[in-house]
Each structure stands twice: as structure tokens, then as C-alpha cells.
């Protein structure tokens, strides 16, 4: 008998069994989304690091700017940042370095928190989707009074079916959540660590230069024994002789 009986058929009416399609297609939706962004912004940190850091060691700043300003990667904004705001005081350049960071945060864990929603109220939903078959299998059976197995399977399929639907779809969006919050979290860490590693090479090439720049002055003044034009000190000058008439 159980052989003949149509569970699809018992289950398709059922409201908390609808519930969970409808999660299970939001869930599909957010991680196929996240799965397209994540792919958007990878990219090769340490070329593009060790790309600007050449860049800077030669003194082209605007060519390490733009390697940085290229990159998909959350490092490239975040270092841009640096490279535009570097003749800024040190709170200040902290200050825009967080709120930066932040930025890309914001951008990375975009709809996260429904991946995180999904994991935890599905099981919820296919527990209450067993209660609500159980109470279905007890008012069939109050109603014909039998408690023959075809009366019953109705009420115990949509038992069955909506916890296993609660699962399903938990389980995959817990694991993708975890996955895309570990990634952020890498992403986000690299970023910042790249840039730190940036204005520190750009203060050094700075205090460089201003250590240089008086060298540069006394090289370029007067060398000994030459006469100077300007400011030389004059004698005392000479009384004319008188005139004859």
C-alpha cells in the first residue's frame, strides 16, 4: 500500500513544505550571487605589492598608485587611500585607513546574514512542518476513525518530507556561510596588511628624500677659491689726488 502512495502529491499542498522551496531558492539565489562576487574580486596580492613597492623604491608614485588602483582585490582601494591621503597626519591617515577597510567590509558581506538566516531557521521550519504532520496524521485518523496506514501516510509523509527539506537546505547554507565569512575575513586581512606594508615603504621613501635634500643643497654651493661676484666685502676707497689749476 505504502508502495502505491504519492508522497510528492502529499506533500505539494502542504504550506510549511512551500516554505522550505521557497529557502531553498533564496538560498541558491544569495550563494550563486556571492559565489560571482568573490570570483570578480580575487586577484594576486603579492605581485601587485611587490609591483608598487617597485614602483616606489624607484620613486614613479603615481605608477604604484595605479597598481594598486587596478586591482580587484579589496587591497586596491584600500592602498589608494594611502596613496592619496600620504602627506596626512598619522591619526589621520589611520583614521581613513579603517573607514576604507570598512568600505570593502560592507561590500563583502552583503547578503551573508541571509545565508546565516537560512541555516538557522530551516531546521525550525522543517521541525514545525513535522509537528504540523503529526497533528494532520491524528485529525485524518479522528476523522475516519481507523488508524489504518493509508489514513495515516498522508499526515507522516508531510512529517517526514518537510524535516529532510529543513535539513537540505540548512546544511549547504551554514557551510557557505562559514566559507564566504572565512574568505572575507582572509581578504580583509591581507588588505590591510598590504597597505600597512605600503605606507610604511612610502614614509621610508619620503624621510629618504628629506634626508637627501640638504646634500643636495651644499653640493650645489660655491666651491672654495672661487670668486663670488655677489657679496664679496669691497676696500676702503682711495682719495683722489688733488687738481692742478
Not at 89 to 118: F, P, Y
Not at 152 to 178: D, H, I, K, R, S
Request: hydrophobic share 45%; net charge positive; glycine share 6%.
Amino acid at each position: 500500500m505504502f508502495a502505491e502512495f504519492n508522497w510528492m502529491d502529499a506533500t505539494s499542498n502542504s504550506p510549511i513544505f512551500l516554505v522550505l522551496v521557497l529557502c531553498s531558492i533564496v538560498t541558491l539565489g544569495i550563494a550563486l550571487e556571492r559565489v560571482y562576487y568573490f570570483w570578480k574580486r580575487r586577484g594576486d596580492t603579492d605581485e601587485t605589492l611587490q609591483r608598487a613597492l617597485k614602483k616606489i623604491r624607484s620613486g614613479a608614485l603615481r605608477e604604484a598608485s595605479w597598481a594598486c588602483e587596478t586591482s580587484a582585490h579589496p587591497m586596491g582601494p584600500v592602498a589608494a587611500e594611502v596613496f592619496k591621503h600620504l602627506h596626512a597626519a598619522r591619526e589621520s591617515l589611520e583614521e581613513r585607513l579603517q573607514i576604507a577597510l570598512s568600505k570593502q567590509k560592507l561590500l563583502l558581506e552583503r547578503n551573508l546574514n541571509v545565508l546565516g538566516t537560512m541555516a538557522a531557521i530551516a531546521p525550525l521550519i522543517g521541525l514545525l512542518g513535522t509537528v504540523w504532520g503529526i497533528m494532520r496524521a491524528f485529525h485524518d485518523m479522528a476523522q475516519t476513525g481507523s488508524a489504518a496506514p493509508s489514513v495515516v501516510a498522508a499526515g507522516v509523509a508531510e512529517a517526514l518530507t518537510t524535516t529532510a527539506a529543513g535539513l537540505v537546505v540548512a546544511v549547504p547554507a551554514l557551510m557557505l556561510y562559514n566559507h564566504f565569512s572565512r574568505r572575507m575575513n582572509v581578504m580583509l586581512t591581507v588588505a590591510e596588511n598590504n597597505s600597512r606594508s605600503l605606507r610604511t615603504a612610502l614614509l621610508e621613501e619620503t624621510a629618504n628624500d628629506q634626508a637627501n635634500a640638504p646634500q643636495a643643497a651644499e653640493g650645489s654651493s660655491t666651491p672654495p677659491g672661487q670668486k663670488r661676484d655677489h657679496g664679496a666685502v669691497q676696500g676702503p676707497r682711495q682719495p683722489e689726488p688733488a687738481r692742478t689749476r
